[in-house]
């Protein structure tokens, strides 16, 4: 039995209410529960006021037996961020958005040079995915196509992490956009004339979508992760996608994280939850419980809210 937890962001608070409302208590090896293991589908750091602490419950209990995880984009972008390639320059640049992006970890971690580096190369042990008996979890998309690419090769390394970013492969390969799309999701493009706008105000020519429905039935408001106005009520153009592949119905249940969903938790589909409902901006820290069954229920999600609950 399991219990998948979302996004966490920095909200060891949160993190830890949410565990004792789960059950879980704290003995000197971090939390556990006599019966159930936490998965964290990865998202640990930035953005939140307690990110060492959290690192610290996250690990410890992993690192214990008493949990499992996968590693989320920030994770991997930090890895980015605190690397250098042969010609020394950092495979993640360090522009005023990508400063942004990592400065709460950055501030955090500051007095704390030889902690953060341990937490790096922990980094580098944290699979893309998990193929359980009877459930799948990932960061943001399950693709069997991208799976097979992977084969073995299911944590960055040191050297796997250059590789991905190398002439050869970064943007390019297939075996870039496996690592990619698990962690950061697939995108598709957005048709031509219309424009969105990210949440950077950047305007963008893809969109994340939703991978894990039938596309050939959609609407574009339905398919992509966020509404263009002028989009709604078309049927999506399939024929102009780099992928026409979902998440089957009669596959096993998978869990994700990811994509900052607000209200009330509940699945996607019979076999597919999202568990991540914004915690770092103010949302709910969610995990769904899970003790076996083949179609997922919204009646076992459970949350705290970032305020109050």
Known sequence: MYDIIGDIHGHADQLEKLLRKMGYEKNGKGYLHPERTAVFVGDFIDRGPKIRETLKIVRDM???????????????????????????????????????????TIEQFGNYEAEWQSYLE?????????????????????????????????????????????????????????????????????????????KHKKERDEMRVRWYLNMSELNYEDFYMEEIAELRGKKVDTENLKKKSY???????????????DGIPKTEKKNVACVDYSIGTGGKLTAYRWSGEKELSDENFIWVNAKGD
């Open 247 to 261: 998440y089957l119905e009669s596959e096993k249940p998978v869990f994700c994280g990811h994509y900052w969903f």
């Open 122 to 198: 922990w980094f580098h042990t944290l699979p893309l995915y998990l193929d359980l008996n009877e459930i799948r979890i990932v960061h943001a998309c399950w693709d069997n196509d991208n799976i097979e690419i992977l084969g073995d090769r299911n944590t960055i390394s040191p050297d796997f992490l250059q590789e991905l970013n190398s002439e050869k492969h970064c943007k390019s390969s297939s075996l870039f956009w496996a690592a990619d799309e698990c962690i950061k999701g697939r995108e598709e493009k957005i048709p031509e004339g219309y424009k969105f706008y990210d």
């Open 62 to 104: 992993t690192e214990n037996g008493k949990a499992l995880a996968v590693m989320g984009n920030h994770e991997y972008n930090a890895m980015c961020y605190n690397t250098k390639n042969e010609k020394g320059e950092y495979l993640r640049k360090r522009s005023d958005n990508n400063i942004n992006q990592h400065l709460a």
